[in-house]
């Protein structure tokens, strides 16, 4: 459809527009010419009226000679032959209407056929300044509609790179879980059945938020502690958990599964490598724009550490810098036998959903 008529605003300006010319016409007749108004104002309204609803058809020569499908030498012909063309009606449709109007009055008439020259050559002109404007039109027309495909591309590889990532769970646990039911079955089959439902019910709750990539604090550690109570049957009274945080952080958005790697880490570094407890501790606190959220655990420092996959605080890390824009979401710190881990979340009420 053409963008003139489409778009209220484009058309109260190309209105405008034509009424700046009519009365820049109008003014040339009657004060150089020294034509009655009559005939000034008529002239005027009869002839930009006729070209101004003839260049809205333009619109659509523009859309079938389009830049890139055409050469620019038959790009030229086209429109030098449309431009010729549309003057040359332009001038012979408004001298006709005159004639008829103002037959009467041989000084007007003499000067509009001996005009019919110079209108034909601003006909010309008109034609390259509307063809222009439209070709610029259409290239922003295509320019926005490229930069909303790019964006939905670029929505959809960011959804799919998330989702990856959440993918990349560490399923050791889930491993070293099955073996530990499979040793208790047979020397304590009452804890080996609540390991297994507790089990069940973890990997129900992960498994059916998988499309979710945010989720309330609250949620977040609910899952997290149904983890933990798996964990706290295999290792008994050497896992010690507490938490701390304030009120308003149970309710603010977290990326879904983001504190799972943090937890698989401290059990696998302080409980897996090491014959003494671990503490765990979780807190959070609002702290200027942001939530920060900690989990701090003990570990031994002369324990051998194996060396594992690597995945899970570089995943964390790529997950918080791709829902935030954010490269200091993540922060580390290793000392005198404690690691402590800090996630700060953006606190910008529902932006923080809508980024996703």
Not at 145 to 161: C, D, H, Q, S, Y
């Amino acid at each position: 459809m053409n963008p003139i008529i489409k778009n209220r605003k484009a058309l109260a300006v190309y209105i405008f527009v034509w009424l700046f010319v009519i009365i820049l016409h109008t003014t040339i007749l009657f004060n150089v010419f020294n034509f009655d108004f009559k005939f000034a104002i008529t002239d005027s309204l009869i002839f930009n009226i006729i070209y101004s609803t003839l260049a809205l058809s333009y619109w659509y020569s523009i859309k079938y000679i389009s830049l890139e499908n055409f050469s620019m030498l038959k790009i030229l012909t086209n429109h030098i032959t449309a431009a010729v063309i549309s003057s040359i009606v332009w001038v012979i449709g408004g001298s006709w209407i005159l004639s008829k109007i103002f037959n009467y009055n041989d000084n007007y008439t003499n000067f509009l056929f001996s005009s019919l020259v110079w209108r034909f050559f601003l006909g010309i002109l008109f034609y390259a300044v509307v063809i222009s404007i439209f070709y610029l039109m259409l290239y922003y027309e295509n320019f926005q509609k490229k930069m909303l495909k790019e964006a939905e591309l670029k929505g959809l590889v960011k959804e799919a790179e998330l989702k990856s990532l959440k993918y990349q769970i560490n399923p050791h646990f889930i491993f070293n879980s099955l073996n530990s039911i499979s040793a208790l079955t047979i020397i304590q089959p009452e804890l080996a059945q609540e390991m297994t439902i507790k089990l069940s019910n973890f990997l129900r709750k992960t498994l059916s938020r998988n499309d979710d990539q945010l989720q309330t604090l609250k949620e977040e550690l609910d899952n997290a502690k149904l983890y933990l109570d798996i964990e706290k049957i295999r290792f008994d009274d050497k896992l010690i958990y507490t938490e701390n945080f304030e009120e308003q952080c149970i309710n603010v958005k977290v990326p879904s599964m983001i504190l799972q790697p943090l937890f698989e880490n401290a059990i696998k570094y302080g409980l897996h490598e090491s014959i003494n407890s671990v503490n765990i501790i979780f807190t959070c606190k609002k702290e200027n724009d942001y939530i920060k959220i900690t989990l701090e655990n003990n570990f031994d420092e002369d324990a051998v550490v194996k060396k594992g996959e690597g995945i899970g605080l570089a995943n964390i890390k790529n997950r918080l810098k791709k829902i935030y824009g954010q490269t200091n979401l993540l922060k580390i710190e290793k000392q005198n036998g404690t690691f402590k881990a800090t996630i700060y979340i953006p606190n910008k009420g529902d932006e923080n959903e809508k980024q996703v």
